[in-house]
């Protein structure tokens, strides 16, 4: 069975750059129709015009508790009710001490990185289920699955989305796959300072089995394999895209 997504819709949230940009080209490759989500209009319309498959741009900060909604009756306008996939990649890190972890900051990483994706789920069941094709796709991080420094608030959220993601399996099948990917250290620009950091390059890929970091269309592939037909039997899964790194021995070697 292909991943060909030959006449089926996305929608990818935290599409403007990153894993998130990586997978909106990968759907668009693999056939489908992609609504791109995200805050940047300017940097939405860069990936939209690499797509060619009628991309739609769609701009919302999905912090604001009225956005799932409004960003869900905005795309099934666009699509005519129609949606196949839904990939929850949109979120909210921040790499704190517990001294300055604060209730702003929890509250802000909670709002994007749990919420929002829970209630876009809800939101665009009806049309998920509606099309033969249902599959929803969290993005989670290895930091949901083992302890990572300085990320406490962000971790709790992540593993909070591989839970939602179980449970919402459960009650959303047979008609809606329901999985997660959990990448590890992938090379975006949110690891832009720390790749400037040779001591920071040198533990986190020393601690990563296949020895160096993701590509984010390493990513991007899994979540399209995730997304089509390819993966039919395949739900309540996490499946962490991380080279190894959740299950290596030596997690706290370097500070990352």
């Not at 001490?97 to 209730?103: F, G, M, N, R, S």
Request: glycine share 8%.
């Amino acid at each position: 069975m292909s991943t060909d997504l030959t006449g089926r819709t996305a929608l990818v949230t935290g599409a403007s750059r990153g894993i998130g940009a990586a997978i909106a080209r990968a759907l668009d490759a693999a056939g489908a129709r992609v609504l791109l989500v995200a805050r940047d209009a300017e940097a939405l319309a860069t990936v939209a015009a690499d797509l060619e498959h009628d991309p739609v741009t769609l701009v919302v900060d999905l912090a604001d508790p009225e956005a799932p909604a409004d960003l869900s009756r905005r795309a099934l306008d666009a699509t005519g009710g129609r949606l196949d996939v839904l990939v929850n990649n949109a979120a909210y890190a921040r790499r704190v001490t517990l001294a300055e972890t604060d209730a702003a900051l929890v509250d802000q990483v909670l709002a994007v990185n749990v919420r929002a994706p829970l209630l876009l789920i809800r939101d665009l069941e009806q049309a998920l289920a509606a099309s033969g094709h249902g599959s929803v796709v969290n993005i989670t991080s290895v930091s949901g699955l083992v302890g990572t420094p300085k990320r406490a608030a962000y971790g709790a959220s992540k593993a909070a989305l591989d839970s939602i993601t179980r449970s919402l399996a459960m009650d959303l099948g047979p008609a809606i796959r329901v999985n997660a990917v959990a990448p590890g250290v992938v090379d975006t620009d949110l690891w832009a300072k720390n790749k400037q950091i040779p001591e920071a390059v040198a533990s986190t890929t020393a601690i990563t089995p296949l020895r160096r970091w993701a590509t984010p269309e390493e990513i991007a592939d899994v979540v399209t394999w995730l997304a089509s037909d390819a993966s039919r039997f395949v739900t309540a899964e996490t499946i962490a895209a991380d080279g190894g790194i959740a299950h290596t021995t030596d997690l706290y070697g370097g500070d990352v």
